[in-house]
């Protein structure tokens, strides 16, 4: 077997991202987290760039014992030396040093020619070899770079002490068959290469980075650069958890190699990247996104509940989360519905079931997802008494900052169909007073609560209505994503008891 070292740079590159940035504990943290995850080397800053980055390198230094401790540079001796020393308390110091290769980097960044480009590679990984025994070295936009002057480069690196060679897609801009012939062509073409582990660093700006990546490593690279949730520059890096991921469960393609990732850390890592960064994760990304292990078609969580692996490809355990999803919603079936319910302890016979069933339709029409507050809800209300003397027909509503509230009622009543409209001080009030013509009967309204079911806009209002008549008190309760139509029934549900 062959370990394939995961270069995490979530703190250099993906700090790199546009309203990424990170204080220097919120770093230490994911450091930390980094650590615990099973990352190989953690990239933890660009020095030079700015006080707080070189404080947060050497912090980072200070307290990571296991993985390798990485600072980038350029090939400028003061990014080197504020490398060095950023790094000093580490344990497994690198310092990762880059230099553009491409010709339109040398022609619009640096007025050089190659020749000068050679010399300034040879200069700096020297130094830098002096300061620091590990020493990573990037021809920066790899992939744009003319091939034999790549190799130069590259050749020179490795001569004067470079142990790790990265291959950067600076722009995003390869396929996955042409980075594989661009590694196979590096290996064959170096002739040092084999002093070195060779790497992949790739941008996702067409949406290829983790496959370039994983095609660099069938072509026989042996590390690589990724981030946790794929941030990072413009459209980000390759995805730590994806590469992860998919070496992990595509044992046929990557039958010989392994990481030492503890992927039961994924999830977690994500969610402290995510909130710490404030860069949210699509409800559909690969591996992390709330939908990836969520089913809501009935089809699919029917055979689900038969066996798992029909509709998926990797246990939601491994990256730590609990199980399986199956999301209730207006695509779901019987069965799923059916499992719920009996999960929350609920045993009901069949006529019960089927009515639970209708109502659930019926919710799950109006309401995105539906939760387990709702079931319960809905299961209650099948269970109260039908026998009704009063019964909703419909409503018409009318309301507005500057009109007086009114109400159009429609009852059925000791048998008889009967409307009537009302004003009231509000929608609610107008409601009540048009059941009351109809009725004849005043009772007095003790308390009235309203409160959302769940969480979210589509929630379900859930009213409690208590009465007096005389020394009678009753009360009743309804829910609907329909506030006026809740707190109606629960009006009715209370007369009812009263009649
Ligand atoms: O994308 C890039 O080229 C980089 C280098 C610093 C490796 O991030
Ligand atoms: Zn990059």
């Known amino acids: 077997m062959e370990k394939v070292i995961i270069f995490d740079t979530t703190l250099r590159d993906g700090e790199q991202a546009p309203g990424a940035s990170l204080s220097c504990e919120q770093k230490i943290e994911v450091a930390h987290q980094l650590e615990k995850l099973g990352v190989d080397v953690i990239e933890a800053g660009f020095p030079v760039s700015s006080p707080g980055d070189f404080k947060s390198v050497e912090e980072i230094s200070k307290k990571i014992r296991k993985c ?59 130094l830098a070899r002096k300061l620091c025994s590990d020493i990573e070295f990037s021809p920066e936009d790899a992939t744009r770079t003319e091939k034999s002057f790549l190799f130069k480069v590259i050749e020179t690196a490795i001569k004067e002490g470079a142990r790790t060679i990265n291959i950067p897609d600076t722009v995003g801009y390869s396929y996955p068959q042409e980075i594989f012939s661009l590694i196979k062509e590096i290996l064959n073409n170096v002739p040092n290469i084999n ?16 496959a370039n990546s994983l095609s660099a490593v069938l072509a026989g690279v042996r590390q690589i650069h990724c981030t946790v949730n794929g941030i990072g520059e413009r459209a980000g890096n390759a995805s730590l958890e994806e590469i992860v991921m998919a070496i992990k469960t595509r044992r046929d393609v990557f039958d010989r190699l392994y990481t030492s990732v503890n992927t039961k850390e994924i999830f977690k890592t994500s969610k402290l990247v995510s909130t710490l960064t404030g860069f949210l994760v699509p409800p559909n990304k690969a591996i992390v996104g709330r939908n990836a292990f969520s089913h809501e078609a009935g089809i699919h969580q029917d055979a689900i509940l038969k066996e798992r692996t029909t509709y998926e490809i990797m246990d939601p355990k491994e990256i730590g989360l609990p199980g399986t999803q199956l999301i209730l919603g207006k695509h779901s079936g019987r069965h799923a519905l059916f499992k719920r319910l009996k999960d929350l302890g609920f045993k009901l016979t069949k006529k019960h079931l089927d009515l639970v069933f209708k109502r659930f339709k019926v919710l799950a ?38 009109i007086t509230p009114q109400a159009e ?35 007095r309204l003790l308390q009235y609560k309203l409160s959302a079911l769940t969480s979210g806009r589509d929630a379900q209002g859930e009213v409690w209505v208590e ?33």
């Open 409 to 443: 009622v429609e009852l059925l009543y000791k048998g008889r169909k009967s409307k009537a409209i009302s004003f009231g001080d509000g929608p609610v009030d107008a409601c009540f007073k048009a059941v009351d013509k109809i009725t004849k009967i005043k009772p």
């Open 195 to 210: 002093k070195a582990t060779l790497s992949i660093h790739c941008h996702n700006d067409l949406g290829m980075a983790v």
């Open 365 to 402: 029409d109006k309401k995105k997802e539906i939760f387990d507050e709702d079931l319960i809800a809905i299961v209650q209300e099948q269970s109260k008494p039908k026998k009704q003397i009063i019964k909703l027909l419909g409503v018409r509503v009318e309301s507005g900052t500057d």
């Open 68 to 126: 390798i401790t990485c600072a980038l540079a350029r090939c400028v001796k003061k990014d080197i030396e504020y490398a060095s020393k950023a790094l000093k308390k580490a344990k497994r110091p690198r310092i990762h040093i880059f230099l553009a290769t491409s010709k339109i980097h040398l022609k619009y960044k640096f007025k050089k020619r190659g020749e000068e480009i050679l010399r300034i590679a040879k200069r700096y990984v020297r």
């Open 467 to 499: 009465l007096k008549q005389g020394k009678r008190v009753v009360w009743g309760t309804s829910l609907s994503t329909d506030i006026i139509e809740a707190s109606l029934k629960a009006y009715l549900e209370a007369l009812n008891k009263l009649l």
